[in-house]
């Protein structure tokens, strides 16, 4: 089912360019290349750019179901396909049962299966309709980018764009975690631009930050890239030491399962 949901939305081109999330040909790889892209091509233009990284509180847990019925019969999903597609989101029922004692049966009224194949392709589909100038998605992760000549006028932009994204969240009843957004103001070392003080973003004073994780690496004010450097390098050097600790108990087929799944897999 979900194959197919995908070809059809693939097929009809309903997706936006934006997301790069559980799609055939994207990943966190062109997520991140895109973001990046977008960034060089301002400092190209000699602007500052400025990121919103975006947190959503328990994402999968606060949608909608009947909005989520709602937009997949606008996109063609009709007939017995989706009266199958209702069956399945509406109506679940959950009872825990620890040794001979069994909880009330509950009937789970919003949000998806945690875990299941259908998840994801749901979301992505649920917030499909985001759409935005400088948007770069994967699943929940909403990210932002804004630009302008000056910071004054960077900063402008940056409340604008993220006061139309929140009031979007709102009726779709989507929670922000405002406690974990992140602002970060990308800028050359010769622009002798200093980011001071806080940045209104939906009623929260949020304060930029020098360098944060981003889709599996370390992204900085600068794009210089030190930081991803520095702490992959001391992560790869701390599970280079647990892997020659084990060696001398392990075979080197068991030795090499561990080197793919810990070190070779490390953002690089």
């Given at each position: 089912m979900c194959t197919r949901l995908l070809d059809?939305?693939?097929?009809c081109n309903l997706f936006l360019d934006s997301q790069h999330g559980f799609l055939k040909g994207k990943s966190t790889n062109t997520a991140i290349y895109h973001f990046v892209n977008m960034i060089l091509?301002?400092?190209e233009k000699k602007n500052l750019a400025i990121g919103v990284f975006l947190d959503l509180s328990k994402a999968y847990d606060c949608v909608n179901l009947e909005y989520l019925l709602i937009k997949l019969e606008k996109y063609g999903i009709r007939g017995k396909?989706?009266?199958?597609?209702?069956s399945y989101l509406l109506d679940r029922k959950q009872q825990v049962i620890i040794n001979e004692n069994k909880s009330n049966i509950a009937i789970k009224e919003r949000g998806l299966a945690q875990g299941s194949?259908?998840?994801?392709?749901?979301?992505?589909?649920?917030?499909?309709d985001l759409i935005m100038d400088g948007l770069v998605n994967y699943v929940d992760d909403t990210n932002i980018l804004v630009s302008g000549r000056?910071?004054?006028?960077?900063v402008d932009k940056a409340y604008d764009s993220s006061s139309r994204i929140c009031d979007w969240f709102n009726r779709n009843e989507l929670a922000l975690n405002s406690s974990k957004t992140n602002i970060m103001v990308f800028r050359t070392k010769n622009s002798r631009v200093t980011p001071t003080g806080t940045i209104n973003l939906n009623g929260n004073e949020v304060k930029p930050v020098h360098d944060m994780r981003f889709l599996g690496i370390h992204i900085d004010e600068f794009l210089d890239w030190n930081s991803h450097?520095?702490?992959?390098?001391?992560?790869?050097?701390s599970i280079g030491y647990g892997?020659?600790?084990?060696s001398r108990h392990m075979d080197e087929r068991t030795l090499k399962i561990l080197y793919h799944a810990n070190f070779e897999s490390a953002p690089s």
């Open positions: 059809f939305f693939k097929k091509q301002e400092f396909a989706y009266k199958w597609i209702e194949n259908a998840g994801p392709i749901f979301f992505i589909i649920y917030i499909n000056t910071l004054p006028e960077a450097v520095e702490k992959t390098g001391l992560r790869l050097s892997i020659r600790v084990v």
